[in-house]
């Protein structure tokens, strides 16, 4: 399953550089906020299940050329033990489709509430975006881990910018 994982973001990257690779002279011009979110299927490795998962996120474009970003996640996983987190969300625009993420975060069990169960959370996400006028739309797939366990999620993500 992991193959399947990691010859996707494979995919993707590669299409990316081409794609930057075509477009690097062009500058279309970039939204300063963009407001996402994403659909997906989690796989839990410890587990070994899949589980739905919800990602919400908000960034905000930074630098001359606009490729940073710097904005907040969360995400929700639903399942025998459903957890949250919420997250930094530090982007990079590989190319006005392509861009990378990595999201220092706090997440929580949520069937275990009583407890201080926060553990420190880390992702790295890809996101392809069709650009279809208003919205943004496309493939994710993301890596999250922490200390005890660690899931892949692939899914849909759409955005809007403004
Ligand atoms: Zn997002």
Redesign the pocket.
């Known amino acids: 399953m992991k193959k399947v994982f990691v010859s996707l973001f494979l995919v993707m990257l590669a299409l990316g550089i081409k794609a930057q690779i075509n477009v690097e002279s062009e500058s279309q011009k970039r939204e300063t906020n963009d407001l996402?979110?994403?659909f997906a299927g989690a796989y839990l490795v410890n587990e070994n299940v899949w589980a739905p998962g919800i990602?919400l996120?908000y960034g905000k474009s930074l630098g001359e050329k606009q490729r940073f970003s710097l904005g907040l996640?969360t995400e929700l996983i639903i399942g025998d033990h459903s957890h949250a987190s919420v997250a930094l969300s530090l982007g990079y625009s590989l190319t006005q489709s392509l861009s990378i993420g990595y999201g220092p975060g706090v997440e929580f069990h949520l069937d275990n509430m009583e407890e201080n169960n926060a553990i420190f959370v880390q992702h790295i996400e890809i996101?392809y975006e069709f650009d279809l006028d208003i919205i943004k739309i496309g493939p994710m797939i993301e890596y999250g881990f922490n200390s005890e366990d660690q899931h892949l999620m692939v899914g849909i993500?759409a955005?809007i910018g403004f």
């Open positions: 996402g979110i994403g990602h996120c996640g996101i993500h955005g």
